[in-house]
């Protein structure tokens, strides 16, 4: 904090100083507009540099007919593997009402989000408890002026994170009036309605612009209980999996040979003899006496099975109120001051079904509620027993997250003897609570409950309402985020050439990041089952200095070279270099190329995160081999143990593109980019899945029961945690076709086509001998689980007089589901669909639009890996969206 204030002085300074100087200096007139382009700090006289973007402008997101950003986002042949959306959030996730995007495939943490050119804090909660990502969700689609996508690395230019590419979100700064806009929607199978208002207003003039927003935005939610073929976990009558949970109602009794003398274990049923010799013995027992007992229907291999999925959000439902002001004021004629502010409020609800007990409760064999306590002839008569079971009694799991987001930044830019100047402060904070109000039960006080009789899991009808308050409890989790940074740049002309000018840019950067994600107490101290939460505290200074030449080699060929070295305070240093082309060798053709290093440090939550339990479904491989056993066979929960890792060193990156853009004709362009990325000390957490895999009979990483001659033990704790783990290669290339057609009587016709096409994607992981000796083996994933080898998009707009009618086609490849226990894996249908609007400019300042995203109601494929049959960070449940909209300029 000392570091930043001191710095915030001498940005003062700065300010000052350009001041004093620009006050001495000579008016430049008639100059040629210089702008600043994503990519590079040097300002251009044209739009295009030597990497290639890809630019969304307003009107673009609105055809797309998302009222949030990720709706327009995931839909770009760029986006790939670890773009994520509020959809499937559910009470485990561990970042609800969070949405990103990851370009390239290469996950959210490796695609770097500006605003303005400038950074944004990390949202307070990380996703899947690993990847730390900026949430889309806190910028409106209405303060939008247009994205900015730099699709190559751009660590030399922008430091951490930018591996994959950029992400630049322009804000508006065009507003000159009033501008009020409404849009309603609805989808087709039930759940999702959406209201969202905008009030818009500003002033423009030769002394600079001023624009505020003021929007709010409403979904409610939808269930897998609203989408037929998602509304149940066991897939099996789709040729699917059956993933119904291992923690029913009543439930299933367990018994551990630890807690048994030698004459109950002599007395449980046999279900085979090891090869050893011995015995293998039933464990696990269906509650099938008293009055309440498990459906028949629901005993699987004599578990208590429960459907947990007509309970689970698939989308919850999100209420929005955000503010925006961007805004320039000119302080002398070579100096002009400007700011943003950012405001907003969030609010998310998100149901998960009863909270699942995974052997955590227990009950004495003396227990008067004890099931075979009347029954002194069976062989569980008297014997100490662990539980399989689920809460439901106490409701279904309900969780409010409540957010706030702030972010100011406030500068200074002129021109000093043709030299550009700018610095600013920014200050950034979000913060989130979220709040477990219902079906959350206590452990010590469900034991307690237990042992005392208050509570009776056995035979949930008998439970009176005080029993079941004493067991149940609410939880708070409190997280939050802030940066504080200062940067300043010059760029201009150093000294001409034959060619043109030399052009350069220099500059430094400092910021302060510092993250908290602290669950209550009761999280702290294991007493909240069945449900996940992160803990991670840590805060870091990072110090960057940079510099980026623009070299006229040739009248028709220019060179980039750019480097930037960074120092953090909790992992060291690394420099960067950059160094693109961009030759024209006629007016119609472009050839442009780069290459350059990249990295990305790892987060704070990778770095600090406390210990975290997770209750993954997995399938115990092993043990399925050899007992063909449906509970062994089937993904069913087990307790993974996840922790930070603090020697972690930060992943790099080399990267390198070459393409070529030709203008065939005035009316038709095609574009073509081959892309490559070679990864090293990838940080990655392993999985529970990867680990049992690879690890199973590795006690350090995978604990079990006592093995039964060869069979190993059942799955009892998985021990996971991040690492540097080899590296990840991958190379493609992207097709962009634009053809213009005008027509006297028919109107205009634009088309529009962008594809991304994934000739490798190679990445390293643990693998495993049969005598338990780990090792790394490259795995090439393309075409395989959430990484299809190619996507495209293709659209036609046509307009006509005072109507506009916009198609827009969206394609996912087909791809491999995950591996089942016999190593067979499904083929998941690749998809298309369809987003329609029309829209009607014939009245005075209104606009009047109605649409419909994926007209067609394709329905999401089907994922037999998954729990509910659909991939949801692939594939979209919420089928037809219809909407209408207006818009009036006042």
């Known amino acids: 904090m000392k570091v930043i204030n001191k710095l915030s002085a001498v940005a003062v300074a700065v300010i000052i100083a350009n001041s004093n100087s620009a006050f001495a200096a000579d008016a430049q007139e008639n100059k040629v507009e210089r702008i600043e382009v994503t990519g590079s700090h040097i300002k251009r006289t044209d739009m295009e540099g030597p990497s290639p973007i890809q630019s969304l402008s307003a009107a673009d997101l609105a055809a797309t007919g998302s009222t949030d950003l990720i709706g327009a986002l995931q839909k770009l042949p760029v986006s790939g593997a670890g773009t994520f959306s509020t959809q499937g959030n559910s009470s485990d996730d561990t970042a609800n009402g969070g949405s990103s995007v990851a370009l390239r495939g290469l996950g959210a943490s490796s695609t770097l989000v500006l605003i303005n050119g400038r950074r944004v804090a990390v949202s307070p909660f ?175 291999s004599d578990i208590c099975s429960y459907d947990y999925a007509p309970h689970m959000s698939l989308v919850p439902s999100t209420e929005r109120v955000s503010f925006n002001y961007n805004g320039v004021q000119a302080i002398t004629d070579d100096i002009e001051g400007f700011m943003e502010f950012s405001a907003q409020h969030a609010s998310t609800f998100i149901q998960g079904a009863g909270s699942p007990s995974f ?158 994600d602290n669950p209550d107490s009761q999280y702290l101290r294991g007493e909240i089952f069945g449900t996940e939460a992160t803990q991670a505290n840590g805060d870091r200074d990072n110090t960057a200095l940079f510099a980026e030449f623009s070299v006229p080699v040739l009248e028709t060929l220019e060179l980039q070279l750019a480097l930037r070295y960074e120092d953090y305070s909790d992992f060291g240093n690394t420099t960067d270099p950059k160094v693109a082309f961009r030759w024209s060798p006629t007016e119609d053709l472009v050839v442009r190329g780069s290459w350059g290093t990249a990295f990305r440090a790892p987060s704070l939550v ?84 990867k680990l049992v895999d690879c690890c199973g009979t590795d006690p350090n990483l995978v604990v079990r029961g006592p093995s039964e001659g060869s069979t190993p033990g059942r799955i009892q704790t998985i021990y996971d945690t991040f690492v540097n783990i080899g590296g990840r290669e991958t190379d493609g290339f992207d097709l962009n076709l634009a ?90 249908d690749s998809w298309t669909t369809l987003d329609a609007s029309v829209s009607y400019t014939g009245f005075d300042n209104l606009i009047l639009t109605a649409g419909a995203a994926n007209l067609l109601n394709e329905e999401a494929p089907q994922a037999p890996s998954e729990s509910m049959g659909i991939d949801n960070k692939t594939h979209n449940a919420l089928g037809r969206q219809m909407y209408a909209k207006f818009k009036y300029n006042f």
């Open 126 to 300: 990380a996703k899947d408890i690993e990847t730390s990502f900026v949430d889309l969700n806190t910028i409106p689609v209405s303060a939008v002026k247009r994205i900015d996508i730099l699709k190559d690395g751009a660590s030399a230019t922008y430091g951490s994170d930018a591996i994959a590419g950029v992400i630049n979100i322009i804000m508006r700064d065009d507003i000159d009036g009033f501008e009020v806009a409404g849009k309603i929607s609805d989808t087709a199978d039930g759940g999702g309605e959406e209201q969202n208002f905008t009030l818009l207003w500003g002033s423009t003039s030769d002394k600079g612009y001023h624009n505020f927003s003021i929007d709010y935005f409403k979904r409610g939610d939808v269930f897998y209980a609203d989408r037929d073929y998602a509304s149940t976990a066991d897939q099996s009558f789709r040729g699917g999996n059956n993933a119904l949970s291992s923690s029913g109602i009543p439930g299933s009794i367990e018994v551990d040979r630890s807690m048994l003398s030698d004459a109950q274990w002599d007395a449980l049923p046999t279900l085979r003899i090891a090869d050893d010799g011995k015995p293998v013995k039933q464990t696990l027992f269906a509650d099938v006496w008293g009055n309440d007992k498990c459906d028949e229907s629901l005993i699987t």
């Open 359 to 516: 052997t955590e409760l227990f009950m004495s064999g003396d227990n008067p509620n004890h099931p075979l306590a009347d029954d002194a002839d069976h062989f569980l008569h008297g014997v100490d027993i662990s539980m399989r079971r689920r809460t439901y009694d106490i409701g279904n799991r309900k969780k409010d997250v409540d957010s706030e987001y702030y972010r100011a930044v406030f500068g200074a830019r002129g021109t000093f003897n043709d030299w550009d100047w700018e610095t600013a402060y920014s200050a950034i904070r979000s913060s989130a609570v979220e709040k477990g109000f219902d079906g959350f039960p206590n452990k010590l006080r469900a034991q307690e409950a237990i042992d005392k009789g208050y509570w009776n899991p056995f035979e949930p009808s008998s439970n009176t309402a005080e029993g079941l308050a004493f067991i149940e409890t609410t939880t708070t989790r409190y997280g939050s985020s802030s940066m504080q940074s200062f940067d300043a740049t010059i760029s201009g002309e150093i000294f001409e050439l034959e060619n043109g000018a030399i052009a350069a840019a220099f500059g430094l950067e400092h910021r302060y990041e510092k993250i908290e």
């Open 739 to 828: 053809y213009k057609l005008d027509t006297a009587d028919m109107g205009l016709f634009k088309f529009d086509y962008k594809l991304s096409y994934a000739l490798n994607f190679e990445e390293q992981s643990f693998e495993s001998d049969k005598d338990g000796n780990t090792y790394i083996r490259a795995e090439d994933l393309n075409g395989e689980y959430q990484h299809p080898q190619f996507r495209w998009t293709a659209s036609i707009d046509w307009e006509l007089d005072e109507v506009l009618t916009t198609l827009s086609f969206s394609h996912i490849d087909a791809y491999n589901d995950l591996a089942d226990a016999n190593d067979n894996k499904f083929k998941i």
């Open 606 to 689: 990778q770095l600090h995160l406390g210990r975290t339990d997770e209750s993954p479904s997995v399938i115990d491989k092993e043990r399925c081999k050899i007992t063909g056993n449906e509970l062994d066979c089937s993904p069913y929960e087990y307790t993974a143990i996840v922790a930070g890792n603090k020697n972690l060193q930060p992943e790099t990156s080399t990267n390198y593109n070459l393409g070529v853009v030709w203008q065939a004709t005035e009316d038709f362009s095609i574009g073509v980019d081959y892309w490559n990325y070679d990864q090293e000390d990838l940080i990655k957490k392993i999985g529970a899945q």
